[in-house]
């Protein structure tokens, strides 16, 4: 079982920051697909952020502009920066990963792509 770990939720005020991070096996941030989902109380899973084996990146229109997932392959560590947070950003965050080679923007909509997942960080930001 592969496993995907994610850290550094918590809670902040509007207009804050947290960076989250997701450990993987080496082989998972090398080689494959990983993004970011969330899933607010009463929501269904919402894609956030893709990026490719290499740098090709996509947001959705939510988070563009204040949110940045980056990797370091050094570090198997996924990464996802949030700026300028706002109430509506609260929710459960997951890590995810996928062999099959995606358009980012498409795999936004489509967490069915993504066969690998971690259990999740809370991030909630009062007003």
């Known amino acids: 079982e592969v496993d995907l770990v994610e850290s550094g939720g918590g809670s902040v005020q509007a207009g804050g920051s947290l960076r989250l991070s997701c450990a993987a096996p080496g082989y998972i941030t090398s080689t494959y697909y990983m993004g970011w989902f969330r899933q607010a109380p009463g929501k269904g899973r919402e894609g956030i952020a893709i990026?490719?084996?290499?740098?090709?990146?996509g947001y959705a229109d939510s988070v563009k502009d204040r949110f940045t997932i980056s990797k370091d392959n050094a570090r198997n560590t996924l990464y996802l920066q949030m700026n300028t947070l706002k109430p509506e950003d609260t929710a459960m965050y997951y890590c995810?990963?996928?062999?099959?080679?995606?358009?980012?923007?498409?795999?936004?909509?489509?967490?069915?792509?993504?066969?690998?997942w971690g259990r999740g960080t809370q991030v909630t930001v009062s007003s």
């Open positions: 995810a990963a996928t062999p099959a080679a995606v358009s980012p923007g498409w795999a936004l909509s489509r967490p069915e792509v993504f066969a690998v």
């Open positions: 990026i490719d084996r290499g740098e090709s990146t």
